[in-house]
């Protein structure tokens, strides 16, 4: 119940696109919605973060789409740069409980 | 201000070799969070701290790995007789408080075991 599921394992995009990552979770006790940005040989760092009580926020191309009914949340990259190649990784965590429930990453690729 | 830092950045260890992973945090972030990454692969919860005390230590994957944390600052990775499975990156993360708030992450320490 702890889990949050994170697709697709993998992504290319073409420069200009859109990049769409999708996560999933079980737990309606989640309050805290964080997106983790890491290049190679970097440690994550935070993107965006979303708590349930919107749908949506937004911040320059990077968009988090929140559906509290279906416990699914997404991250929209507008106009994809080859820069904006990472690993991404959704998160989740809750009031109270320390621990942050991470996915397995996304790795996204902007071609030229 | 600076961020985590961690160290060593690279660690080349014999199989069966004991080694020790350090983390600086941010000043002043009472919570500190250790994970590993195996190549190409997510983040594995390992163990978190509150100030010095580690309320939840189930993420350890056996007896071979411990931590501790001191004067709420430097924590320590521990892990005993390595074994090539232990090979990963090992990071380090700090945040000001509970789990709502922002992780730092350290650059990582890349632990491998020859």
């Known amino acids: 119940q702890q889990q949050v599921k994170q697709s697709p394992q993998s992504l290319i995009v073409q420069k200009g696109g859109i990049s769409i990552i999708n996560c999933a979770y079980e737990?309606?006790?989640?309050?805290?919605f964080p997106w983790y940005q890491q290049f190679p040989g970097k440690g994550p760092a935070l993107l965006i973060a979303?708590?349930?009580?919107?749908s949506e926020k937004k911040e320059g191309r990077f968009t988090i789409s929140f559906n509290k009914s279906a416990k699914q949340f997404s991250l929209h990259i507008m106009d994809s740069q080859p820069g904006d190649s990472a690993t991404y990784f959704c998160a989740a965590s809750m009031r109270g409980y320390q621990k942050v429930t991470f996915g397995t990453g996304t790795k996204l690729q902007v071609i030229p | 201000g600076a961020g985590v830092s961690q160290s060593p950045s690279n660690k080349v260890t014999e199989k069966g070799k004991d080694v020790e992973l350090r983390c600086d945090p941010i000043s002043g972030h009472t919570a500190l969070y250790w994970y590993r990454q195996s190549l190409g692969q997510g983040l594995e919860f390992l163990i978190y701290f509150q100030g010095n005390s580690a309320p939840d230590k189930s993420g350890l994957p056996s007896d071979r790995f411990s931590a501790e944390r001191t004067g709420g600052s430097v924590s320590t990775l521990t892990i005993q007789r390595t074994q090539q499975e232990d090979s990963a990156v090992y990071l380090c993360?700090?945040?000001?408080?509970?789990?709502?708030?922002?992780?730092?992450f350290g650059p990582g320490t890349r632990l491998t075991v020859t």
């Open positions: 979303i708590r349930p009580d919107v």
């Open positions: 993360a700090s945040s000001p408080g509970l789990a709502l708030y922002e992780q730092y």
């Open positions: 737990n309606t006790a989640f309050d805290y």
